[in-house]
DNA sequence: TGAATATGTAGGGAATTCCCTACCTATTTA
DNA sequence: TAAATAGGTAGGGAATTCCCTACATATTCA
């Protein structure tokens, strides 16, 4: 019964993607993700473990409440996984270019004393 | 019985995502692609079908055969939503920074042959 | 403490996915 | 033209996915 637990099989359903875009905002609630959708709690609770899963959500115990963090680091997969084959679009690219730049520029100014990056959550 | 064929899905199976990989180098026929996997040529066929049926190949018909041509610019689709997200974790993004300037570098100068593939090896 | 709240999970059903073995068509070649 | 080659597709089975309705557990509140 091992199922498959990987990246891009999460992100693969929309409601996933839904998930991840409500989260990517601010930390919510598992009754407040599910509010968001037509599906049941039961179905949202379900979602959500597959992404935590897979690392792309973290929880924060707060007494009976669990709020779920977005995680993203591990999109950096899909995104490698992409850029590979970005030469092959280079309109794309460029956009895509000038919008990384931009906002590593905005980051590289903001934050000074700040560049360690060594987490270790579910590495592999 | 309508599929959901949308490119998130499509590379959720690592044999597709194989097949990219393949496709993106030359474009191949069906069995040449077949040759590669491990799996029967029916189901490499099927595989490519949905690949077709989502944008990222096409086929060019010469005699009896097919040539499966990639057709990556929908995997646009994906580094555009992925990229949305790419604030959140920063060191990645110096990564992909570095990555597409370099891949931008190259094509705004000249076809140099210069492959340097810092792929990670750890696949799983 | 008992009720309400927040969430997890079991069990199951319908649809889909992934793979296989035939079998069928189209094209080339002997 | 018959055989070989390239590829498509039907039919089916096993596993997985996605969703639901109970039901269970933990925490907070009255």
Redesign the pocket.
């Known amino acids: 019964?091992?199922?498959?637990?990987d990246v891009f099989?999460a992100i693969?359903?929309?409601?996933?993607r839904g998930i991840i875009a409500l989260l990517a905002g601010q930390s919510?609630?598992?009754?407040?993700?599910?509010d968001y959708?037509?599906?049941?709690?039961?179905?949202?609770?379900?979602?959500?473990?597959?992404l935590?899963e897979c690392g792309l959500v973290v929880?924060r115990?707060?007494?009976?409440?669990?709020?779920?963090e977005a995680k993203l680091e591990k999109l950096a997969e899909v995104s490698d996984w992409v850029a590979q084959y970005a030469k092959a679009w280079s309109k794309t690219l460029d956009n895509m270019e000038t919008y990384l730049l931009e906002v590593s520029e905005k980051q590289k100014k903001s934050k000074n004393a700040k560049s360690e990056n060594t987490r270790k959550s579910g590495g592999k």
Chains 1, 2 share one sequence.
């Open positions: 019964m091992e199922k498959r637990r099989q693969a359903d929309p409601t996933r919510m609630t598992m009754n407040a993700i599910a959708f037509d599906t049941t709690r039961p179905t949202i609770s379900e979602h959500v473990k597959t935590i929880i115990k707060e007494g009976r409440e669990r709020h779920c």
